[in-house]
């Protein structure tokens, strides 16, 4: 992968003039800051950045401007890019299980806040990290609801399990607090409405005031036409619930988008390799490449499709089987793609809205994942 150094007005300008053989993101610097400000001037709490949806340097670069001051970190590797690229900035260590050596390292670089959802993890950090000043985060789960896929299948400790592990921390001498994740692109707020009032009931039932409240990530982004996000209406509800829930002892609020902050600032070009008998699809990028998440969550349905000149194909669409690149057969994204029926050879297929998991998930297998980063002033020109 490789960053242009020449900022094109939109895709269109940087596919007339290259005519790539590669998939082609595009970056709109100006998109990612006014999402992030929308966030920083909506949420009514600290937002924290989830770095693992995209790392890229420029990306947390732009956010560090926006005014982001949290990130949320995962590994030593995201540790160390932050404190390089953000060294002010608060890290949020919220993967629940990590090994001796990783947890040293957290220390060594003065991170101060942590997650838990089990006991042997608690205990490792018990004995490793220093209780002054330091905040442990206990991790619950409910059953999803609204949500593209369930971060509750692998993390979360149970409500009952939730209250002994909060507990303990309090008793532990270091500062207690809550999160949860209500699941990925949560497009419904009531979501969060069961999570906090849960939340609630966990910290009386364990008799701790909690001092903050990580109502997790799940944001939703703009994957299709008609599915605007509703982001005012989910932290105003946020906001209204812990009221409620908490009454007198409500905990500072904390978030951490990752999708929901950075997919809409990317735009992705394919171009099509071959349309095999007038029925499939091929195209130079798939699951293999910056497209391996829409099999998990979904068709973005937000296309265009242009020719080789950058002209707008206008036909009636027709459903299409699309494959990827490889030689393998489930590259292929999921259900059919609707797409004009004009569509040729060596026109661009552009995805919008796929800044989040599509640099990270990239691979060059059967030799294919050449993937350009271009900077743009807009992604619909």
Known sequence: MGLTKTIWAGPRDYLRANAPEDPVLFFAPAVLQATA???????????????????????????AAAGVQGYDVASPAEMRLIRRLAPDAAMHYNNPVRSRS?????VDLGIRSYSVDSHSELTKLIEMVPAAGTEITVRFKLPVNGAAYNFGAKFGASVDLAVELLRRVAGAGFIPSITFHPGTQCADPMAWDSYIRTAAEIARA??????RLN???????????????????????IDRVTDEAFGDARPALVCEPGRGIVADAFTLATRVKAVRDGAHVFLNDGIYGALAELPLIGLIDRIDVVDEFGR??????????????TCDSVDRLP????????LAEGDFVIFHGMGAYSTVTNTRFNGFGNLTIATALSLRG
């Open 206 to 211: 364990a008799g701790v005031a909690i001092a």
């Open 335 to 342: 259900g059919m793609v609707s797409l004009p029926g004009d």
């Open 215 to 237: 109502v997790g990530g799940g944001f939703p982004s703009h994957r299709t036409i008609d599915g605007l996000p509703r982001l005012d209406e989910i932290f105003a509800l």
């Open 312 to 325: 707008p194909r206008r036909a009636d669409p027709v459903e299409r089987i699309v494959f990827g690149p």
């Open 37 to 63: 400000r929308r966030f920083l001037d909506g949420f009514p709490g600290l937002v924290t950045y989830a770095v693992k949806s995209n790392p890229d340097e420029t990306v947390v670069q732009n956010l």
């Open 102 to 106: 990783e947890i040293a390292v957290a």
